[in-house]
C-alpha cells in the first residue's frame, strides 16, 4: 500500500489491547489526502474551508513503543521456542510426503508449491496490510490444506509476510514502486529503474522545458504554460502543491520526455552532446519511474493523469507498436473516475481547474481517435462526451488559479485555436467513420455531406483572424485543417467501416483517384516543408493511409495508362513513406491489407503497360485544378449545396452565404464531381469492391497471432 495515498489508522492499531484510553494523533483530513495536498490539520483546515468542502478529520490511537505495535513481553527466548517448533512441524509435514514419492520429487512439488503461492500473493497484493502488527489473514485464503500448513509454518515461503516492522511503510512503498513500474515497463518495453534528479535542477532540463514550450505545448495544449514556466524555469512551487510532491515531479518528467522525443539527431547531438536515442531512453525511464512513484494507476489527482496522458503522447511519436493504444484505456478510465465525462462534477471545481479539466479531456479524445484511426478499431469515447463541455478557446495569459468565473472566448488566433480545430475534428471523424458500436452509425449521405460542410464553416470561423504569412504556426494550423477537410471528403464516400446499409455514390471520371493523390501529394510536401521541421515529431498523427487505400482501390480497375503512369509516381512514393507512419510499421495488421492492394494496383498496371497504346491522354479541367497544391487551389464549381438537386437545397444554399462560410474559395472539394441519384455502376463498383475488399482484410488481420505482437 502506499503510505501517500491510505490512511495509517489500520496500520496504527495495536494488536494487544484496544485504544480507547490512548491519545490520539491528527493526520491529514480525508479531503486533503485524497488531492494530495499540505493539511493544516485544524478542524476544519485551511484547504476545506477555502474550498467550500466538508473536513472531513482522521485519527488513530498513538503506537505503542513504535511503529510496530509489538508486545513488550515478547523475548528472544519465546521467539527461538517458537521457531523450534515450527521447524519440527515443517519436518514432519516433509516426512509424511515423502512416504508417497521420491525426495527429488518432493522437491520439485515444494517449488512448484512455492511459486504458485507467490503468484497468488501477488495478486492480492497488500490485502494483508489490514492486519496490525503482521497478523496473517486465515488459512482459508490459501489452496489445499498441505500447501497452506506449509506456508504458515515457513514464513520465509508466506507471499505476505511482514518480516521487519520497523520498515513496514517503506517496504509497502518499495513493493507499490516495483509492482506499477513492473507494469509500465512491461507496457513500454524497457525495463530497469532510474534514481531521478530533482526537475528544473539542471540547465538540461532548462533546455528541455523551452523545448516542450516552443514544440510540444502548441499542438497538445493540456498544461497552463505559465504555470509550468514558473515551476520548471523560475523554481517555484507548481500551483498548490508543498516543494517535492510527486505529482508536479511526474508532470516534469513527462515535459521532459515529450521535449526530447521533438528533438532530431543532430539537434541532440548538438545541444546534449548525446544521440536522440539516448535522450529519450533516459527520459522515458525518468517518467516511468515518477509515474510509478506517483501511483498513476489509481490517483485522484489531475496532475499525475496530465502527465501520463502527456507521456502516452511521447510514447506514440516513438512507438509505433500497440502499447499505447493498450495503456490509453488506463487514462480513460481514470478520467471517468476524476468525472473528467461530466459537464458538471459532483463535487466543487474552480474554474480555473474546470479549463484545465476540459483540456485534458480532450487531449484523451485525440488519443482515443488517433488510436482508433491507426488501426481501424472502435473509439472507446463517445462524441457527446466532447461536444458538451469543450474548454474555453483563450490564451494561457487568460487564466490564472484565483480567478473567479470562466472565461470568455477570444476572438483572434488563441493558445487553444488548434486543440478546438482538432476537437472538431474528432466530433466529425467519429460520426462518419464508425459503425453502431458506441453510437447510431451515419449511413446516410446527405447528413454524412453535411457533417463535412459543417467541419468546413466551424473551422473557416476558427481561422478567420489566423495570419498565415505571418505566423508560421498559424499557416501549419490552416495547412493542416485544409487537409483534414480533404480527407473527411474521401472518408463520406469511402467508410472506414464496412455497412451493409451504405451504398457509394458515382464519382464521374478519375476525379476521386485525381483528389486522393492529390492530398497524397500535398501531405508530404506539408511534412517536408521547412515550417513545419519544428513540429516534425507529431507527423504520426492521422497519416493519409485511408486516401493511398483509396487511390489503389481505383487503380486496380484503371483502363488508362495515362492515367496510370500520371498518377503511379505519387502513389508508390507515399506508400513507402507511410509505411513507417503507420500503427505497427509494415508489420501491423494495417499494412498487410495495404500491400495485398499495392500488389493488385501493381499487376494491373502490368498490364496496361503491356497493351497496345491509346490516343494521347489529354488532362481534364479538373485534372489541371487538381494538380495545384490544395492551398492555391481555387473552387471552380462551386459545392454541390446538396445530396441531390431537390434534397437540402435551401438549407445548405443558406449555410454557405452565412460569415462563417468559406469566402475565399480555397477550401477543395469533390461534391462537383459526385453523382448521389444512383448507386455506381461498371468500373466505379468495382473499385468500391476493392476498397471494401481492403477493409475486410482489417479484420482477418486482427485474429492473427502472427500480426500485431
Given at each position: 500500500?502506499?503510505?501517500?495515498?491510505?490512511?495509517?489508522?489500520?496500520?496504527?492499531?495495536?494488536?494487544?489491547?484496544?485504544?480507547?484510553?490512548?491519545?490520539?494523533?491528527?493526520?491529514?483530513?480525508?479531503?486533503?489526502?485524497?488531492?494530495?495536498?499540505?493539511?493544516?490539520?485544524?478542524?476544519?483546515?485551511?484547504?476545506?474551508?477555502?474550498?467550500?468542502?466538508?473536513?472531513?478529520?482522521?485519527?488513530?490511537?498513538?503506537?505503542?513503543?513504535?511503529?510496530?505495535?509489538?508486545?513488550?513481553?515478547?523475548?528472544?527466548?519465546?521467539?527461538?521456542?517458537?521457531?523450534?517448533?515450527?521447524?519440527?512441524?515443517?519436518?514432519?509435514?516433509?516426512?509424511?510426503?515423502?512416504?508417497?514419492?521420491?525426495?527429488?520429487?518432493?522437491?520439485?512439488?515444494?517449488?512448484?508449491?512455492?511459486?504458485?503461492?507467490?503468484?497468488?500473493?501477488?495478486?492480492?497484493?497488500?490485502?494483508?496490510?489490514?492486519?496490525?502488527?503482521?497478523?496473517?489473514?486465515?488459512?482459508?485464503?490459501?489452496?489445499?490444506?498441505?500447501?497452506?500448513?506449509?506456508?504458515?509454518?515457513?514464513?520465509?515461503?508466506?507471499?505476505?509476510?511482514?518480516?521487519?516492522?520497523?520498515?513496514?511503510?517503506?517496504?509497502?512503498e518499495t513493493n507499490n514502486?516495483?509492482?506499477?513500474?513492473?507494469?509500465?515497463?512491461?507496457?513500454?518495453?524497457?525495463?530497469?529503474?532510474?534514481?531521478?534528479?530533482?526537475?528544473?535542477?539542471?540547465?538540461?532540463?532548462?533546455?528541455?522545458?523551452?523545448?516542450?514550450?516552443?514544440?510540444?505545448?502548441?499542438?497538445?495544449?493540456?498544461?497552463?504554460?505559465?504555470?509550468?514556466?514558473?515551476?520548471?524555469?523560475?523554481?517555484?512551487?507548481?500551483?498548490?502543491?508543498?516543494?517535492?510532491?510527486?505529482?508536479?515531479?511526474?508532470?516534469?518528467?513527462?515535459?521532459?520526455?515529450?521535449?526530447?522525443?521533438?528533438?532530431?539527431?543532430?539537434?541532440?547531438?548538438?545541444?546534449?552532446?548525446?544521440?536522440?536515442?539516448?535522450?529519450?531512453?533516459?527520459?522515458?525511464?525518468?517518467?516511468?519511474?515518477?509515474?510509478?512513484?506517483?501511483?498513476?494507476?489509481?490517483?485522484?489527482?489531475?496532475?499525475?493523469?496530465?502527465?501520463?496522458?502527456?507521456?502516452?503522447?511521447?510514447?506514440?511519436?516513438?512507438?509505433?507498436?500497440?502499447?499505447?493504444?493498450?495503456?490509453?484505456?488506463?487514462?480513460?478510465?481514470?478520467?471517468?473516475?476524476?468525472?473528467?465525462?461530466?459537464?458538471?462534477?459532483?463535487?466543487?471545481?474552480?474554474?480555473?481547474?474546470?479549463?484545465?479539466?476540459?483540456?485534458?479531456?480532450?487531449?484523451?479524445?485525440?488519443?482515443?481517435?488517433?488510436?482508433?484511426?491507426?488501426?481501424?478499431?472502435?473509439?472507446?469515447?463517445?462524441?457527446s462526451w466532447l461536444e458538451?463541455?469543450?474548454?474555453?478557446?483563450?490564451?494561457?495569459?487568460?487564466?490564472?488559479?484565483?480567478?473567479?468565473?470562466?472565461?470568455?472566448?477570444?476572438?483572434?488566433?488563441?493558445?487553444?485555436?488548434?486543440?478546438?480545430?482538432?476537437?472538431?475534428?474528432?466530433?466529425?471523424?467519429?460520426?462518419?467513420?464508425?459503425?453502431?458500436?458506441?453510437?447510431?452509425?451515419?449511413?446516410?449521405?446527405?447528413?454524412?455531406?453535411?457533417?463535412?460542410?459543417?467541419?468546413?464553416?466551424?473551422?473557416?470561423?476558427?481561422?478567420?483572424?489566423?495570419?498565415?504569412?505571418?505566423?508560421?504556426?498559424?499557416?501549419?494550423?490552416?495547412?493542416?485543417?485544409?487537409?483534414?477537410?480533404?480527407?473527411?471528403?474521401?472518408?463520406?464516400?469511402?467508410?472506414?467501416?464496412?455497412?451493409?446499409?451504405?451504398?457509394?455514390?458515382?464519382?464521374?471520371?478519375?476525379?476521386?483517384?485525381?483528389?486522393?493523390?492529390?492530398?497524397?501529394?500535398?501531405?508530404?510536401?506539408?511534412?517536408?516543408?521547412?515550417?513545419?521541421?519544428?513540429?516534425?515529431?507529431?507527423?504520426?498523427?492521422?497519416?493519409?493511409?485511408?486516401?493511398?487505400?483509396?487511390?489503389?482501390?481505383?487503380?486496380?480497375?484503371?483502363?488508362?495508362?495515362?492515367?496510370?503512369?500520371?498518377?503511379?509516381?505519387?502513389?508508390?512514393?507515399?506508400?513507402?513513406?507511410?509505411?513507417?507512419?503507420?500503427?505497427?510499421?509494415?508489420?501491423?495488421?494495417?499494412?498487410?491489407?495495404?500491400?495485398?492492394?499495392?500488389?493488385?494496383a501493381r499487376d494491373r498496371?502490368?498490364?496496361?503497360?503491356?497493351?497496345?497504346?491509346?490516343?494521347?491522354?489529354?488532362?481534364?479541367?479538373?485534372?489541371?485544378?487538381?494538380?495545384?497544391?490544395?492551398?492555391?487551389?481555387?473552387?471552380?464549381?462551386?459545392?454541390?449545396?446538396?445530396?441531390?438537386?431537390?434534397?437540402?437545397?435551401?438549407?445548405?444554399?443558406?449555410?454557405?452565404?452565412?460569415?462563417?462560410?468559406?469566402?475565399?474559395?480555397?477550401?477543395?472539394?469533390?461534391?462537383?464531381?459526385?453523382?448521389?441519384?444512383?448507386?455506381?455502376?461498371?468500373?466505379?463498383?468495382?473499385?468500391?469492391?476493392?476498397?471494401?475488399?481492403?477493409?475486410?482484410?482489417?479484420?482477418?488481420?486482427?485474429?492473427?497471432?502472427?500480426?500485431?505482437?
Amino acid at each position: 500500500m502506499n503510505p501517500l495515498s491510505e490512511p495509517t489508522d489500520q496500520a496504527g492499531t495495536a494488536p494487544s489491547s484496544p485504544s480507547v484510553n490512548k491519545p490520539k494523533v491528527r493526520l491529514s483530513c480525508e479531503t486533503c489526502r485524497q488531492r494530495k495536498v499540505k493539511c493544516d490539520k485544524l478542524n476544519p483546515c485551511t484547504n476545506c474551508q477555502r474550498l467550500g468542502a466538508r473536513c472531513v478529520p482522521v485519527e488513530r490511537a498513538r503506537l505503542p513503543r513504535g511503529r510496530s505495535g509489538r508486545l513488550a513481553t515478547e523475548r528472544p527466548g519465546d521467539q527461538d521456542a517458537n521457531l523450534k517448533d515450527r521447524v519440527s512441524k515443517l519436518e514432519s509435514i516433509i516426512r509424511d510426503l515423502a512416504r508417497g514419492g521420491s525426495q527429488a520429487s518432493v522437491r520439485a512439488i515444494l517449488a512448484a508449491a512455492v511459486e504458485e503461492s507467490s503468484q497468488d500473493g501477488e495478486n492480492s497484493l497488500g490485502e494483508d496490510d489490514s492486519q496490525a502488527g503482521g497478523v496473517r489473514r486465515p488459512d482459508t485464503y490459501l489452496g489445499s490444506s498441505f500447501w497452506a500448513n506449509l506456508l504458515n509454518e515457513v514464513p520465509d515461503v508466506h507471499p505476505n509476510e511482514r518480516r521487519s516492522s520497523k520498515s513496514d511503510d517503506r517496504n509497502a512503498e518499495t513493493n507499490n514502486l516495483i509492482n506499477y513500474r513492473r507494469l509500465l515497463t512491461m507496457a513500454s518495453g524497457s525495463g530497469g529503474t532510474t534514481n531521478s534528479e530533482p526537475p528544473g535542477t539542471s540547465s538540461t532540463h532548462q533546455q528541455l522545458c523551452c523545448l516542450f514550450m516552443q514544440r510540444v505545448d502548441p499542438i497538445c495544449k493540456i498544461l497552463h504554460r505559465p504555470s509550468l514556466k514558473a515551476f520548471l524555469v523560475d523554481g517555484s512551487p507548481y500551483l498548490d502543491y508543498e516543494p517535492g510532491h510527486l505529482a508536479p515531479t511526474a508532470l516534469a518528467y513527462s515535459v521532459y520526455y515529450a521535449a526530447s522525443c521533438s528533438l532530431s539527431d543532430e539537434e541532440s547531438i548538438r545541444s546534449f552532446g548525446v544521440p536522440k536515442s539516448t535522450m529519450v531512453s533516459r527520459y522515458q525511464k525518468e517518467a516511468e519511474a515518477a509515474l510509478a512513484r506517483a501511483d498513476f494507476i489509481t490517483t485522484n489527482d489531475l496532475t499525475v493523469l496530465q502527465a501520463y496522458v502527456l507521456f502516452l503522447i511521447a510514447l506514440r511519436s516513438q512507438d509505433q507498436s500497440r502499447r499505447m493504444w493498450t495503456m490509453l484505456s488506463m487514462a480513460l478510465r481514470i478520467g471517468q473516475a476524476l468525472s473528467l465525462h461530466l459537464p458538471d462534477p459532483p463535487f466543487h471545481v474552480r474554474p480555473f481547474e474546470r479549463e484545465l479539466r476540459r483540456r485534458l479531456w480532450l487531449a484523451i479524445g485525440f488519443l482515443d481517435i488517433q488510436a482508433s484511426m491507426d488501426r481501424a478499431s472502435e473509439p472507446m469515447m463517445q462524441a457527446s462526451w466532447l461536444e458538451s463541455h469543450p474548454p474555453a478557446n483563450v490564451n494561457d495569459i487568460d487564466l490564472s488559479p484565483n480567478m473567479e468565473a470562466n472565461p470568455p472566448d477570444s476572438p483572434g488566433f488563441t493558445d487553444m485555436t488548434f486543440t478546438m480545430m482538432v476537437h472538431k475534428t474528432q466530433y466529425v471523424a467519429r460520426s462518419l467513420n464508425f459503425s453502431g458500436f458506441m453510437e447510431p452509425s451515419i449511413t446516410t449521405l446527405a447528413i454524412r455531406q453535411q457533417l463535412v460542410l459543417e467541419f468546413q464553416q466551424s473551422v473557416t470561423k476558427l481561422l478567420q483572424h489566423a495570419e498565415p504569412d505571418k505566423h508560421p504556426f498559424h499557416w501549419i494550423t490552416r495547412a493542416i485543417a485544409e487537409c483534414i477537410h480533404a480527407c473527411m471528403q474521401l472518408i463520406t464516400l469511402r467508410p472506414l467501416q464496412r455497412s451493409p446499409n451504405f451504398t457509394p455514390p458515382l464519382v464521374r471520371g478519375d476525379r476521386l483517384l485525381e483528389f486522393a493523390v492529390n492530398v497524397l501529394i500535398v501531405s508530404r510536401r506539408l511534412r517536408s516543408d521547412p515550417r513545419f521541421t519544428t513540429y516534425q515529431w507529431f507527423e504520426f498523427a492521422f497519416p493519409p493511409w485511408h486516401c493511398l487505400a483509396v487511390a489503389l482501390a481505383e487503380l486496380c480497375v484503371c483502363d488508362d495508362k495515362a492515367v496510370m503512369e500520371r498518377f503511379w509516381d505519387p502513389i508508390e512514393e507515399s506508400f513507402h513513406l507511410l509505411g513507417r507512419l503507420i500503427a505497427d510499421s509494415q508489420r501491423g495488421m494495417l499494412w498487410k491489407p495495404m500491400e495485398k492492394l499495392m500488389a493488385r494496383a501493381r499487376d494491373r498496371r502490368v498490364q496496361l503497360l503491356a497493351s497496345p497504346s491509346p490516343d494521347a491522354y489529354s488532362p481534364s479541367l479538373s485534372t489541371a485544378v487538381q494538380q495545384q497544391p490544395i492551398s492555391m487551389q481555387m473552387d471552380t464549381q462551386g459545392f454541390v449545396p446538396g445530396i441531390d438537386g431537390r434534397v437540402g437545397l435551401q438549407h445548405a444554399v443558406a449555410a454557405m452565404n452565412t460569415p462563417e462560410s468559406v469566402v475565399d474559395g480555397t477550401w477543395p472539394n469533390v461534391w462537383d464531381a459526385v453523382d448521389f441519384s444512383y448507386a455506381a455502376p461498371g468500373t466505379a463498383q468495382v473499385a468500391w469492391m476493392s476498397y471494401e475488399n481492403f477493409v475486410a482484410d482489417f479484420y482477418v488481420n486482427v485474429d492473427d497471432p502472427l500480426v500485431n505482437r
